[in-house]
C-alpha cells in the first residue's frame, strides 16, 4: 500500500490548510475505487492547494486509487511542473483537463474525471442524458458536453473544455467519461454519484428493451427546483462526507497518511 512507500513527513512541510485538502482528496480517491469507478491507474481527481499560487494536487501515476494517500498526492503547477520532491510523475492527459478548469473557475477547488463503463456508455449516446431518473434530473441542469478529441494530450484542448463547460459542474466528455467539479471534495463526489447512477439507470432501462418515459419539461423544472445548488452543497458537505469518511475507516483505512 502507499502507506509504506516512504514519502517523508509531508504533514510536517505543508500547511494545515494544505494538509487537510490532501486528505479529503486522499479521501476521494478511496472512495472512488470503493465504487469500483476506478481504471487501474488512470483517470484522475484533482485539488486546488490553498494560497495564492496557482498549485494544484493530484494522484502519483502509477499508484491505484485504493493506495493513494494524503502524503503520495503530487503537487503541480498550472504548467505542469512538479513543484515538490516525489519519486512519481503524473498523468499528462490528466493535467491537460484539470489544469485546464482549475486555471478558469476559480469555484473549481477540485475537479474528478472518471472512466465507467456506464458513464462512457451514455457519453456515446447521441441524445446524452436523458430525463428518465430522479438522480438525473437532479444532475441534467448542471450537465455540459465536450466533444472527443483523442487523449488529452494537446494543450490547445484546454480553451475548449472550459468553453464547453461554461459555469457548469458536471462535463460528459462524448466517447470519453464524465466529469464533475466543486467548492469541496464532498460536493465534487456528490455530483459524480448523481451522474454516475444516472447514467448507470439510463443504460440499464435501455437494456431492458422497454418504451422509456421521458419526464415533461415541468417536472424537470421541478425537480431542478427542489435540487438547488445550495441545499445540494449542505448536504453533501455537512451529512454525507462524515457518513463517506466513516465508510472510508471501515473498509479502506490509511487514506489520512
Known amino acids: 500500500m502507499a502507506d509504506d512507500l516512504g514519502f517523508g513527513d509531508v504533514k510536517s512541510r505543508v500547511?494545515?490548510?494544505?494538509?487537510?485538502?490532501?486528505?479529503?482528496?486522499?479521501?476521494?480517491?478511496?472512495?472512488?475505487?470503493?465504487?469500483?469507478?476506478?481504471?487501474?491507474?488512470?483517470?484522475?481527481?484533482?485539488?486546488?492547494?490553498?494560497?495564492?499560487?496557482?498549485?494544484?494536487?493530484?494522484?502519483?501515476?502509477?499508484?491505484?486509487?485504493?493506495?493513494?494517500?494524503?502524503?503520495?498526492?503530487?503537487?503541480?503547477?498550472?504548467?505542469?511542473?512538479?513543484?515538490e520532491d516525489t519519486p512519481y510523475n503524473i498523468n499528462p492527459a490528466g493535467f491537460?483537463?484539470?489544469?485546464?478548469?482549475?486555471?478558469?473557475?476559480?469555484?473549481?477547488?477540485?475537479?474528478?474525471?472518471?472512466?465507467?463503463?456506464?458513464?462512457?456508455?451514455?457519453?456515446?449516446?447521441?441524445?446524452?442524458?436523458?430525463?428518465?431518473?430522479?438522480?438525473?434530473?437532479?444532475?441534467?441542469?448542471?450537465?455540459?458536453?465536450?466533444?472527443?478529441?483523442?487523449?488529452?494530450?494537446?494543450?490547445?484542448?484546454?480553451?475548449?473544455?472550459?468553453?464547453?463547460?461554461?459555469?457548469?459542474?458536471?462535463l460528459i466528455l462524448?466517447?470519453?467519461?464524465?466529469?464533475?467539479c466543486g467548492a469541496t471534495a464532498a460536493q465534487t463526489y456528490m455530483r459524480m454519484f448523481y451522474l454516475e447512477r444516472a447514467c448507470k439507470m439510463q443504460i440499464m432501462a435501455q437494456a431492458g428493451g422497454g418504451e422509456l418515459i421521458i419526464c415533461s419539461e415541468e417536472v424537470q423544472d421541478v425537480v431542478k427546483g427542489q435540487s438547488n445548488p445550495k441545499g445540494m452543497a449542505v448536504l453533501s458537505d455537512k451529512l454525507l462526507w462524515p457518513a463517506a469518511l466513516r465508510r472510508l475507516d471501515r473498509n479502506l483505512p490509511g487514506y489520512d497518511a
Not at 494524503?70 to 503537487?75: E, F, G, I, N
Not at 447521441?126 to 487523449?151: F, T, W
Not at 462524448?174 to 464533475?180: A, K
Open 96 to 170: 491537460t483537463i484539470h489544469s485546464a478548469i482549475h486555471a478558469a473557475r476559480e469555484d473549481a477547488r477540485c475537479v474528478m474525471h472518471l472512466h465507467t463503463d456506464q458513464g462512457v456508455a451514455v457519453s456515446a449516446q447521441k441524445n446524452g442524458l436523458l430525463p428518465i431518473s430522479q438522480h438525473a434530473m437532479i444532475a441534467q441542469h448542471e450537465v455540459a458536453y465536450h466533444d472527443y478529441e483523442g487523449v488529452a494530450l494537446n494543450h490547445d484542448e484546454r480553451e475548449r473544455i472550459v468553453a464547453d463547460m461554461g459555469d457548469k459542474s458536471m
Open 15 to 83: 500547511s494545515a490548510e494544505e494538509w487537510q485538502a490532501r486528505v479529503d482528496l486522499a479521501a476521494l480517491y478511496r472512495l472512488t475505487a470503493y465504487h469500483g469507478w476506478d481504471d487501474l491507474i488512470f483517470t484522475h481527481i484533482s485539488m486546488r492547494v490553498p494560497g495564492p499560487e496557482h498549485h494544484f494536487l493530484i494522484n502519483p501515476y502509477g499508484l491505484l486509487f485504493e493506495e493513494i494517500t494524503a502524503s503520495s498526492l503530487v503537487k503541480v503547477d498550472l504548467e505542469g511542473e512538479i513543484v
Open 174 to 180: 462524448r466517447n470519453h467519461g464524465t466529469l464533475t
